[in-house]
Protein backbone atom coordinates (compact mmCIF):
# COMPACT_ATOMS: atom_id res chain seq x y z
CA UNK A 1 0.00 0.00 0.00
CA UNK A 2 3.16 2.49 0.58
CA UNK A 3 4.41 2.49 -3.07
CA UNK A 4 0.87 2.55 -4.43
CA UNK A 5 -0.02 5.60 -2.10
CA UNK A 6 3.69 7.13 -3.23
CA UNK A 7 2.40 7.22 -6.54
CA UNK A 8 -0.72 8.50 -5.91
CA UNK A 9 1.02 10.98 -3.97
CA UNK A 10 3.06 11.52 -6.88
CA UNK A 11 0.59 11.86 -9.44
CA UNK A 12 -1.44 13.92 -7.64
CA UNK A 13 0.85 16.73 -6.94
CA UNK A 14 1.80 16.70 -10.44
CA UNK A 15 -1.63 16.71 -11.92
CA UNK A 16 -3.99 18.75 -9.56
CA UNK A 17 -3.80 22.55 -9.98
CA UNK A 18 -6.20 23.49 -6.83
CA UNK A 19 -4.46 24.51 -3.44
CA UNK A 20 -7.21 23.24 -1.33
CA UNK A 21 -6.01 19.30 -0.87
CA UNK A 22 -1.94 18.37 -1.07
CA UNK A 23 -2.62 15.18 -1.70
CA UNK A 24 -4.74 12.05 -1.32
CA UNK A 25 -4.20 8.40 -0.47
CA UNK A 26 -5.81 5.52 0.28
CA UNK A 27 -6.45 4.14 3.80
CA UNK A 28 -6.34 0.45 4.96
CA UNK A 29 -7.95 -0.48 8.12
CA UNK A 30 -9.04 -4.02 9.55
CA UNK A 31 -12.07 -4.68 8.98
CA UNK A 32 -14.42 -5.40 11.85
CA UNK A 33 -16.01 -8.47 10.22
CA UNK A 34 -15.99 -11.64 12.17
CA UNK A 35 -14.72 -13.54 9.25
CA UNK A 36 -12.35 -16.22 11.35
CA UNK A 37 -10.55 -17.19 7.91
CA UNK A 38 -8.66 -14.73 6.76
CA UNK A 39 -8.04 -10.76 7.45
CA UNK A 40 -10.48 -8.10 6.16
CA UNK A 41 -9.88 -4.36 5.80
CA UNK A 42 -11.62 -1.54 4.75
CA UNK A 43 -10.63 1.02 2.31
CA UNK A 44 -11.50 4.58 1.80
CA UNK A 45 -9.88 7.64 -0.15
CA UNK A 46 -9.00 10.83 2.14
CA UNK A 47 -7.19 13.91 1.39
CA UNK A 48 -4.50 15.68 3.41
CA UNK A 49 -4.22 19.51 3.42
CA UNK A 50 -1.56 20.92 5.93
CA UNK A 51 -1.19 17.50 7.43
CA UNK A 52 -4.80 16.91 8.60
CA UNK A 53 -6.58 14.47 7.11
CA UNK A 54 -10.50 14.09 5.92
CA UNK A 55 -12.55 11.50 3.56
CA UNK A 56 -12.76 12.39 0.33
CA UNK A 57 -16.40 11.23 0.32
CA UNK A 58 -18.80 14.01 0.15
CA UNK A 59 -16.05 17.01 0.77
CA UNK A 60 -14.86 17.29 -3.23
CA UNK A 61 -16.43 18.37 -6.45
CA UNK A 62 -16.76 16.32 -9.47
CA UNK A 63 -13.90 17.34 -10.91
CA UNK A 64 -11.49 16.36 -8.18
CA UNK A 65 -13.34 13.03 -7.36
CA UNK A 66 -12.97 12.61 -11.31
CA UNK A 67 -9.27 13.13 -11.27
CA UNK A 68 -8.68 10.85 -8.10
CA UNK A 69 -10.08 8.13 -9.63
CA UNK A 70 -8.27 8.72 -12.83
CA UNK A 71 -4.66 8.68 -10.49
CA UNK A 72 -6.19 6.05 -8.53
CA UNK A 73 -6.80 3.88 -11.43
CA UNK A 74 -3.16 4.91 -13.19
CA UNK A 75 -1.15 3.79 -9.89
CA UNK A 76 -2.73 0.50 -9.40
CA UNK A 77 -2.43 -0.30 -12.97
CA UNK A 78 1.49 0.63 -13.21
CA UNK A 79 2.00 -1.32 -9.50
CA UNK A 80 0.12 -4.33 -10.69
CA UNK A 81 0.23 -4.79 -14.54
CA UNK A 82 3.80 -4.33 -15.12
CA UNK A 83 4.25 -6.48 -17.74
CA UNK A 84 0.50 -4.92 -19.20
CA UNK A 85 1.28 -2.61 -21.87
CA UNK A 86 -1.94 -1.02 -21.99
CA UNK A 87 -3.70 1.76 -20.00
CA UNK A 88 -7.53 2.54 -20.85
CA UNK A 89 -9.05 5.87 -20.09
CA UNK A 90 -12.85 6.27 -20.56
CA UNK A 91 -13.63 10.45 -20.98
CA UNK A 92 -10.60 11.60 -18.49
CA UNK A 93 -11.57 14.63 -19.24
CA UNK A 94 -14.91 14.62 -17.34
CA UNK A 95 -15.72 17.68 -14.94
CA UNK A 96 -12.22 18.51 -15.39
CA UNK A 97 -11.10 22.33 -15.35
CA UNK A 98 -8.88 23.91 -18.00
CA UNK A 99 -5.92 23.74 -15.79
CA UNK A 100 -6.38 20.60 -14.31
CA UNK A 101 -6.71 18.90 -18.23
CA UNK A 102 -3.46 20.40 -19.29
CA UNK A 103 -1.74 19.07 -16.31
CA UNK A 104 -3.20 15.67 -17.30
CA UNK A 105 -2.45 15.74 -20.75
CA UNK A 106 1.17 16.11 -19.60
CA UNK A 107 1.10 13.57 -16.82
CA UNK A 108 0.06 11.49 -20.11
CA UNK A 109 2.66 12.12 -22.25
CA UNK A 110 5.10 11.61 -19.31
CA UNK A 111 3.68 8.05 -18.70
CA UNK A 112 3.80 7.51 -22.38
CA UNK A 113 7.37 8.78 -22.80
CA UNK A 114 8.30 6.57 -19.58
CA UNK A 115 6.94 3.32 -21.40
CA UNK A 116 8.80 4.20 -25.35
CA UNK A 117 11.29 1.81 -24.85
CA UNK A 118 8.86 -0.79 -23.95
CA UNK A 119 7.40 -1.97 -27.57
CA UNK A 120 4.57 -3.18 -25.99
CA UNK A 121 2.36 0.25 -24.49
CA UNK A 122 -0.59 1.56 -25.57
CA UNK A 123 -2.68 4.21 -24.90
CA UNK A 124 -6.64 3.96 -24.90
CA UNK A 125 -8.39 7.56 -24.39
CA UNK A 126 -12.05 7.56 -25.61
CA UNK A 127 -13.19 10.90 -25.63
CA UNK A 128 -14.90 13.72 -27.23
CA UNK A 129 -13.01 16.38 -25.87
CA UNK A 130 -11.43 17.56 -28.75
CA UNK A 131 -9.10 20.49 -26.90
CA UNK A 132 -7.84 17.51 -24.94
CA UNK A 133 -6.49 15.92 -28.20
CA UNK A 134 -5.46 19.11 -29.53
CA UNK A 135 -3.69 19.56 -26.28
CA UNK A 136 -2.24 15.57 -25.90
CA UNK A 137 -1.35 15.83 -29.54
CA UNK A 138 1.06 19.17 -29.10
CA UNK A 139 2.57 17.38 -26.24
CA UNK A 140 3.02 13.86 -26.64
CA UNK A 141 6.56 13.44 -28.30
CA UNK A 142 7.92 10.15 -30.73
CA UNK A 143 4.44 8.96 -31.16
CA UNK A 144 3.99 9.13 -35.07
CA UNK A 145 0.04 8.28 -34.98
CA UNK A 146 -3.28 7.62 -33.59
CA UNK A 147 -6.34 6.05 -34.68
CA UNK A 148 -9.85 8.09 -34.68
CA UNK A 149 -12.79 6.70 -34.56
CA UNK A 150 -16.33 8.16 -35.34
CA UNK A 151 -19.60 7.75 -37.07
CA UNK A 152 -20.22 8.08 -41.10
CA UNK A 153 -23.66 9.21 -42.30
CA UNK A 154 -25.00 5.90 -42.90
CA UNK A 155 -24.07 5.52 -38.99
CA UNK A 156 -21.16 2.89 -39.25
CA UNK A 157 -17.69 3.31 -36.92
CA UNK A 158 -14.87 4.69 -39.24
CA UNK A 159 -11.56 4.22 -37.94
CA UNK A 160 -8.79 6.56 -39.55
CA UNK A 161 -5.35 6.60 -39.06
CA UNK A 162 -4.19 10.19 -38.09
CA UNK A 163 -0.60 11.61 -37.53
CA UNK A 164 0.02 13.46 -34.57
Known sequence: MVL???RIRELWRNIYKGNDID???IK???????????????YRVI???????????GRCSAGQRVLACLIIRMALAESFSTHCGILALD???TNLDKENIVSLTYALANIIQSHENDGNFQLIVITHDQEFLDILRHTVQNVSHYWR???NPQGYSVIKKERL
Open 149 to 151: ISR
Open 28 to 42: AEDSKSTSNFRQTYD
Open 47 to 57: QVKNGIELEMR
Open 23 to 25: YIQ
Open 4 to 6: IND
Open 91 to 93: EPT
